[in-house]
């Protein structure tokens, strides 16, 4: 099994800043990319940030240049610091890693791993004017 824990959420005035975090632990072998998703009401789910195991990131364009998602490979967490928060970032913040596991013992024993792709359960972001 996997657990994703996520904290860091919160109500904050807007220009000020919000640091989430999501810690994975369980069973798996690897983390490969990971993600932050946001839904407000009535919206669909949207991509907000991606890292690669190797660093690279993606921002989605309504958070270039205020948000910075980063990756502690050692304790199997992702991080996204939001700054200059603005009322249009409220929202639920979802972490989104893809997972390595193994499914079946003779998957183990041959090292074989598929990927799957996890939900966190969300923590609410509120921005006020």
């Known amino acids: 099994q996997v657990q994703l824990v996520e904290s860091g959420g919160g109500s904050v005035q807007a220009g000020g800043s919000l640091r989430l975090s999501c810690a994975a632990s369980g069973s798996f072998v690897s983390l490969g990319a990971m993600s932050w998703y946001r839904q407000a009401p009535g919206n669909k789910r949207e991509s907000v940030a991606s890292?690669?195991?190797?660093?690279?990131?993606n921002y989605g364009d309504s958070v270039k240049g205020r948000f910075t998602i980063s990756r502690d490979n050692a304790e199997n967490t992702v991080y996204l610091q939001m700054n200059s928060l603005k009322p249009e970032d409220t929202a639920v913040y979802y972490c989104?890693?893809?997972?390595?596991?193994?499914?079946?013992?003779?998957?183990?024993?041959?090292?074989?791993?598929?990927?799957?792709?996890?939900w966190g359960q969300g923590t609410q972001v509120t921005v006020s004017s």
């Open positions: 989104a890693p893809d997972i390595d596991r193994f499914t079946t013992i003779q998957a183990m024993c041959s090292l074989a791993t598929s990927r799957y792709f996890y």
């Open positions: 890292i690669t195991s190797s660093g690279s990131t």
